[in-house]
T-cell receptor
Framework: TQLLEQSPQFLSIQEGENLTVYCNSS?????LQWYRQEPGEGPVLLVT?????EVKKLKRLTFQFGDARKDSSLHITAAQPGDTGLYLC???????????FGKGTKLSVIP | GAVVSQHPSWVICKSGTSVKIECRSL??????MFWYRQFPKQSLMLMAT?????????EQGVEKDKFLINHASLTLSTLTVTSAHPEDSSFYIC??????????????FGPGTRLTVL
């Protein structure tokens, strides 16, 4: 079973600061997805990256897929309290249904 | 678009009873649906994959006789937890894919169902 390691597990920052969350694996994934999950709710898809080296921007969020498709990062610029939540990365292998989820990074943005 | 609903959103039941959870894709047909379980402060763990009209595929360690899955139509899948015990208390989340779900085809997640077994 391939594992996705997310770091840090917890992150508490002041509003306006920048942050980066990492998702690493020893396995290659055909695609990698980032989700945000609020307490008591299901994950909401933020982005899917499929090409090694790909960078996608979603307003203040920048997602990068590693060249070898084993790792990814999420960078948030000028964090806002509304960014607070659990950020999950999930990888999919070619030919497989299974999404392997990381344990998540719990982000708290303090006003 | 791509909305997935779950019902109920939360349920409390007595030990030994059975509980059914519904997962519906509201605005698309879901070829494949997935059921996950999430324990507190842990990530999502895939329990089973179901395709409309065929038997579900269960992940290792998941008892198929305890967690009955029925993918009755292209918009509905149900998970029945039979003879529930307190250790089955968890957050159950379904997802649906408009395609086969293979290789990371997008899965749209439901809001989850909180099950508490007394």
């Amino acid at each position: 079973t391939q594992l996705l390691e997310q770091s840090p597990q917890f992150l508490s920052i002041q509003e306006g600061e920048n942050l980066t969350v990492y998702c690493n694996s020893s396995s290659v994934f055909s695609s990698l997805q980032w989700y945000r999950q609020e307490p008591g709710e299901g994950p909401v898809l933020l982005v899917t990256v499929v090409t090694g080296g790909e960078v996608k921007k979603l307003k203040r969020l920048t997602f990068q897929f590693g060249d070898a498709r084993k790792d990814s990062s999420l960078h948030i610029t000028a964090a806002q309290p509304g960014d607070t939540g659990l950020y999950l990365c999930a990888g999919a292998r070619a030919g497989s249904y299974q999404l392997t989820f990381g344990k998540g990074t719990k982000l708290s943005v303090i006003p | 678009g791509a909305v997935v609903s779950q019902h109920p959103s939360w349920v409390i039941c007595k030990s030994g009873t059975s509980v059914k959870i519904e997962c519906r894709s509201l605005d698309f047909q879901a070829t494949t649906m997935f059921w996950y379980r999430q324990f507190p402060k842990q990530s999502l763990m895939l329990m089973a994959t179901s395709n409309e009209g065929s038997k579900a595929t269960y992940e290792q360690g998941v008892e198929k006789d305890k967690f009955l899955i029925n993918h009755a139509s292209l918009t509905l899948s149900t998970l029945t937890v039979t003879s529930a015990h307190p250790e089955d208390s968890s957050f159950y989340i379904c997802s649906a894919s408009p395609t086969s779900g293979i290789g990371g085809d997008t899965q749209y997640f439901g809001p989850g169902t909180r099950l508490t077994v007394l």
